[in-house]
């Protein structure tokens, strides 16, 4: 047999086909050639037949034949079929082939061979791609070689440990001893891998993480460490473009970042530091820059003092200008993180972020985009919105979509009038419709409807969009749906805000039948005209064009269309005595909270009602001592309090009910039903108008104003008040509680009591820690039933922990406005 | 980091290598897959992308860089600094340069395999293991000088082609002319 060709020639010759054709069929020959010098064990030219197979294998060939031989060449002496055989184990082998045990034999001889290369090689291999039994198996060989003095091996040995500490956790006390000495390597590389090891723990253990920062004095080492490298000058082994070892640098700063978290000695010893690093690296390169980054990502998660944020954020800012695009979208990923914490220093680079929507990059749109979204608030909601407006025309259609639930989600909160937001909306209709999501469109209708005194101005504005263009089905389904209902304003020229235009019945019907007929509907939109046609048969005159309208479809193909046709047909023939009360405006929709689960249903009219979900709160039973408390709270006087879970039921006198403050309820965000049925149930079963959504918060009720109900300390929290529409008797109170002092509150736990006649229900708090010097507030929803409606005064205990002492406080609050109980 | 793939502009793959597993066919494809996402980049765009669906999705990035033919990417995970695998890479391309003096993408095809060690120096499991580019490059030789050692008779005549390119040969006469026998010496390329 011929000496097999070398791996050289054999990538020459592939390199020669011309068509992939040429290539398979070589590679297939020399498959055939190798498996045959295979089977004949032939000891001296498998390396280089492993070597061609891992070639093969590399440009996407079937090489899993080769495994067997992998392993032979790893229990050979030699260095170079050793060599060539670990890397065929680590390419073609992983733990789903149970050859890879057989290796395990052979690593644990190697890592006791005395070429350090060797051991090397071992490492390697089982640090690449070691199971778990493998890992459980050698792992004492692995310690034992990570305590040696070769540097070499001992970082090999490092890296090892955390695949091994990846692949089973509970081995990681095992190298606990083993990390002492590391970090005061001189060596680089060994300070690197061991800085890697130490993070791994420290990540996956918090137990570790403690005994790290207490025991060992793990930071102020690594601080030495830091210092050293940076004022060390000059060193040419380690020097990236004038940097010292700025890789190490930066794994530092990341495990800094890690014990600094939450823990205020280590983020004290920290600031030093950090402070340094932040002005003395150079920006010029790239490299700074990293180093850069990663100090400000740990500033921004220790608890630093606020002047090393501002710091942390300027920096970000003049990352924002530079020209690199990479700094520039590094620096927009950090700003997202941060913005929700630091929102006021972040809103001073907005006009940079917003630029950065013009970006011609798409991740860094991307990017920018979700920032802009984040900062937008009250003060700047109409220069923002112009621009993202602008944004939108513009932009991939792959963004559109999120840009449009964005600038709905924006406009929601923050719109300062309503004919803005409608005019941002049916600009957003006309520029993306075809993006907008589907569930937008009754979020939409149920805006316009609560707009009441808009409603002319809204339906001319959607007649003439429509007769522009019916393409876009979220826009056509939204404005069939309003011409339905105030069909009637638009024929008779209502309209305050514009130019009323002037509209004939037979136009607006014509409109509405061409939609019908129109191979740009979907099934969707076409049962929304018919059904807007409809209810114009209460609304118009021109009653027996409809009719015919309706009595056509009611041989329609479309199941959907053709149901509702023959209901309305009946409705015409059979109940015409029903048809003006069904076919009456819609009430005014209440909305749930914009995440909570939506329980809006359709509003097409049709469907059938969802049962007003009882949703039935588990009352939670406080721990005894808490309940003690507050019965401490009640002072023996009449005040007694009571949180109602089962709201449909009128809960039984307070007696001896025992209190639950629903801290424990992840509740955030869901909202509680109320008992509101707000529609008459009697009414035939395919047809209902009405919604069953139900409501927690309407529109800030009549300005009633908000108080301050304690200030004491430091602390002071101000309620504020919404009525809750359908039932008047339950206000509604925000607390927020916000922090002046120099030091954070944490554990903050606001509880309150009410007197007899009243019903309190405390849902949970937005977070129990209070942040220092005013930086955000903490908010909690209370709310109280007032049904004798009788002065409403509350009495309530704080307690909270301020400077590492337990602090508790009861107050009394007596001035609440007399609108909030009236 | 997940995988560290090397491949020119046309995706032809000369370097793969993936620290998790996947079958072959997954591999193939990610490498296409990458290869589409990254060859539509502009030049002065910025390089980090979000990872495509097969190699993680969106918590994945796919870092890399543009050197005369070939493209280098780094796919890695959240837990790893951006703009230090930038400089890691460049690190990775300069050892390359040294080692191979001059390295160009041949030199990449045809030592498959000393690439695959020297990046074994570098990055070990998907983590970092030595940035120091000599330290690296010294490794390197020194596993290379052992292996030639050991090669044996196979490796004799690379031994004898690197003996001779040591050698200082004197210049060849053109005309060996012994007595009357006149021989032309043809000419042979130098052998350097």
Redesign the interface.
């Known amino acids: 047999m011929p000496a097999p060709i070398r791996l050289r020639e054999l990538i020459r010759t592939i390199r020669t086909a011309r068509t992939q054709a040429e290539e398979r069929e070589m590679i297939q020959k020399e498959c055939a050639a190798i498996r045959s010098s295979f089977r004949e064990e032939d000891n001296t030219y498998r390396c280089r037949n492993v070597a061609k197979l891992l070639y093969m294998h590399m440009l996407g060939y079937p090489a899993h034949f080769g495994q067997l031989e992998c392993l032979k060449l790893i229990a050979s002496q030699k260095f170079t079929d050793k060599r060539i055989g670990y890397l065929g184990a680590m390419l073609l082998l992983d733990e789903r082939q149970d050859v890879h045990l057989l290796m395990t034999n052979c690593i644990k001889n190697d890592l006791n061979h005395s070429t350090q290369y060797v051991q090397g090689l071992a490492l390697c291999t089982l640090g690449c791609m070691g199971s778990s039994e493998m890992c459980r198996d050698l792992a004492g060989e692995v310690e034992k070689l990570l305590k040696t003095s070769n540097s070499y091996l001992r970082k090999k040995a490092a890296l090892c440990a955390v695949h091994v500490i990846r692949k089973v956790p509970e081995l990681m006390e095992m190298f606990l001893p083993a990390t002492k000495n590391l970090l005061s390597e001189k060596n680089h590389g060994v300070l690197h891998t061991s800085v890697v090891l130490l993070t791994e723990m420290c990540e996956r253990s918090l137990d570790m993480l403690t005994h790290f920062r207490k025991n060992e004095k793990l930071v102020p080492q690594l601080v030495r460490i830091l210092k050293n490298l940076i004022m060390s000058g000059y060193s040419p082994e380690h020097d990236v473009s004038g940097i010292s070892d700025p890789f190490l640098q930066v794994r530092i700063l990341r495990l800094l970042r890690i014990l600094g978290k939450g823990d205020d000695d280590s983020s004290e010893a920290m600031n030093d530091i950090l402070a340094q690093v932040a002005t003395n690296t150079e920006t010029s390169k790239n490299v700074g820059n990293a180093i850069l980054y990663e100090t400000v990502l740990t500033i921004m998660d220790i608890k630093s003092e606020s002047g090393l944020r501002v710091l942390a954020i300027n920096i970000l800012g003049r990352f924002l200008l530079n020209n690199d695009k990479n700094i520039r979208y590094v620096a927009l990923t950090s700003l997202l993180k941060t913005v929700q914490t630091d929102h006021n220093a972040v809103q001073r680079h907005r006009s940079t972020i917003v630029d950065c929507l013009k970006d011609l990059d798409v991740s860094i749109k991307r990017r920018a985009m979700e920032l802009s979204f984040a900062l937008v608030n009250g003060n700047n909601i109409r220069g923002m919105m112009k621009e993202l407006l602008y944004f939108l025309d513009s932009c991939d259609p792959d963004f559109k979509a999120d840009c449009a639930s964005g600038i709905f989600l924006a406009a929601e909160k923050y719109a300062p009038s309503k004919r803005w937001h409608i005019d941002t909306i049916m600009r957003v209709l006309t520029t993306a419709g075809s993006y907008v999501r589907d569930d937008s469109v009754p979020n939409l209708i149920q805006l316009i409807t609560n707009s009441v005194e808009m409603h002319a101005y809204t339906v001319q504005r959607l007649y003439k969009a429509l007769l522009d263009d019916i393409s876009q089905q979220p826009l056509v389904q939204v404005a069939s749906w309003c011409i339905g209902e105030y069909g009637d304003l638009l024929v008779s020229g209502q309209c305050e805000e514009e130019e009323p235009i002037q509209v004939t019945e037979d136009e607006v019907l014509d409109v509405l039948e061409g939609l019908l007929v129109s191979n740009l509907s979907t099934p969707v939109t076409r049962g929304f005209s018919l059904t807007a046609i409809m209810k114009l048969s209460t609304r118009f005159s021109s009653v027996n064009r409809i009719k015919k309208v309706v009595s056509i479809y009611g041989s329609s193909i479309d199941v959907e269309l053709q149901q509702r046709a023959v209901e309305y047909n009946a409705l015409f023939k059979k109940y015409d005595h029903m048809r003006p009360a069904l076919l009456e405006r819609m009430p005014i929709m209440e909305k749930t909270a914009a995440n909570g689960p939506a329980e809006i249903v359709q509003t097409n009219g049709e469907t059938e009602p969802s049962i007003p979900d009882t949703k039935h709160l588990p009352s939670i039973i406080q721990p005894a001592n808490q309940a003690n408390d507050l019965l401490d709270l009640l002072g023996g006087n009449d005040v007694v309090p009571v949180i109602q879970t089962n709201v449909n039921t009128k809960p039984a006198s307070a007696g001896g009910e025992l209190l639950d403050l629903l801290g424990d309820l992840s509740l955030t965000g869901a909202p509680t039903p109320t008992p509101a049925p707000s529609l008459p149930v009697s009414q035939p079963p395919f047809l209902l108008d009405g919604l069953t959504s139900q409501s927690l918060f309407n529109d800030i009720a009549a300005g009633i104003p908000p108080m301050t109900a304690y200030n004491k300390n430091g602390l002071k929290i101000e309620f504020t008040f919404e009525r809750s529409n359908p039932n008047p008797n339950i206000a509604v109170i925000t607390i927020h509680a916000s922090n002046s002092t120099e030091a954070d509150m944490t554990d903050f736990v606001f509880q309150a009591a009410v007197p007899k006649t009243f019903q309190l229900q405390l849902l949970s708090p937005s977070s129990n820690v209070v942040p220092a010097l005013n930086q955000g507030s903490v908010t909690q929803v209370i709310r109280i039933l007032n049904p004798q409606k009788q002065q409403l005064r509350m009495r309530v205990k704080l307690t909270y922990t301020h400077k590492g002492s337990p602090v508790q406080d009861l107050a009394e609050v007596n001035n609440f406005p007399p609108q909030s109980w009236q | 980091i997940k995988a560290i793939l090397i491949f020119n502009n046309h995706g032809?793959?000369r370097?793969?290598?993936f620290?998790e597993?996947y079958t072959?066919d997954t591999?193939?494809q990610i490498?296409r897959e990458t290869f589409h996402l990254v060859s539509k980049r502009?030049e002065?765009?910025?390089?980090?992308?979000?990872g495509g669906l097969l190699i993680g999705g969106s918590e994945n990035k796919l870092i890399y860089r543009h050197y005369a033919t070939l493209y280098f990417v780094f796919c890695v995970d959240s837990s790893e600094?951006?703009?230090?695998i930038?400089?890691?890479i460049?690190?990775f391309v300069e050892t390359l340069d040294k080692c191979f003096e001059n390295v160009c993408e041949l030199d990449l095809?045809?030592h498959?395999?000393k690439v695959?060690?020297i990046l074994?120096e570098m990055v070990?499991?998907?983590?970092?293991?030595?940035?120091?580019m000599?330290?690296i490059i010294t490794?390197v030789e020194?596993?290379n000088k052992?292996?030639k050692s050991?090669?044996g008779i196979?490796g004799a005549p690379a031994r004898a082609v690197s003996a001779v390119k040591n050698m200082n040969l004197p210049e060849m006469p053109k005309n060996i002319n012994i007595g009357d026998i006149s021989i032309k010496v043809p000419n042979l390329p130098s052998f350097k």
């Open positions: 032809k793959p370097l793969s290598k620290y597993h072959e591999e193939q490498i502009d002065n765009i910025c390089n980090f992308l979000e600094s951006e703009l230090g930038l400089d890691l460049q690190v095809i045809f498959m395999d695959h060690n074994a070990m499991g998907g983590m970092v293991l030595e940035t120091n000599s330290e490794q020194a596993q052992m292996e050991e090669a196979a």
